[in-house]
């Protein structure tokens, strides 16, 4: 079974600090992908980073980028320099060829000004 | 920028009524989805649809739960008899022909009392 799993259900980083959120999954095939999508409290999801697995450099999208372990099946997420609008629930995702995205159960992030 | 959008907003319902959520995709996309999330937990996978039928469906989506789409704009799901355990955000989404990145809608927020 497809299993996502994020182990940091509330974090909390100072305004322009790093912060990492954790996640991990399983999965038999050997093309996937890999996203992170925030959920700010307006509640619409909206993609912020993906990963496919056949690229072995980590994708970057400006203050965002992921570490990528396939060997380990876990996927990070790094904020840089964050900003009290990074403040959301954070979802890893991953989706293998067909049409069904696993979702993790979420990480609360807090950004402190 | 082409968006995902979901009515009504909030939808309140007696328990035993049949609820009709519309979601109208991006308009080249392909393929639409059906998610929900039960406050506080993770999202979960309902259904996926593509050239008219159903192509996945979780063991969430029995037999009181459809989906259609009437036109070629409109995407519903419709929940025949709902139960109290059926109040949760809902959550369409849609993806162009690769398939690899989903574009979520705001959500109909569902109340069964």
């Known amino acids: 079974a497809q299993t996502v799993t994020q182990s940091q259900p509330e974090m909390s980083v100072q305004e322009a600090e790093t912060v990492t959120l954790s996640c991990t999954y399983d999965t038999s095939e050997n093309n996937y992908y890999l996203f992170w999508y925030k959920q700010p409290p307006s509640r619409q999801m909206i993609l912020v980073i993906r990963q496919e697995a056949y690229k072995q450099q980590n994708a970057t999208e400006n203050r965002f980028s992921v570490n990528f372990q396939k060997a380990a099946k876990s996927f990070s997420l790094k904020i840089s320099d964050s900003q009290l609008g990074d403040t959301a629930m954070y979802f890893c995702?991953?989706?293998?060829?067909?049409?069904?995205?696993?979702f993790g159960t979420g990480t609360s992030l807090t950004v402190i000004p | 920028e082409p968006e995902v959008t979901q009515t009504p907003s909030h939808q309140v319902t007696q328990m035993g009524q049949e609820v009709i959520l519309r979601c109208v995709p991006i308009s080249n996309h392909l393929y639409f989805y059906w998610y929900r999330q039960i406050l506080g937990q993770k999202v979960e996978f309902l259904v996926s649809f593509y050239n008219n039928e159903i192509s996945e469906k979780s063991e969430i989506f029995d037999d009181q739960f459809s989906v259609e789409r009437p036109d070629g704009s409109n995407f519903t799901l419709k929940i025949r008899s709902t139960k109290l355990e059926d109040s949760a955000m809902y959550f369409c989404?849609?993806?162009?022909?690769?398939?690899?990145?989903?574009?979520f809608g705001p959500g109909t927020r569902l109340t069964v009392t």
């Open positions: 989404a849609s993806t162009g022909a690769y398939k690899d990145e989903q574009y």
């Open positions: 995702a991953q989706k293998n060829t067909g049409n069904q995205f696993y």
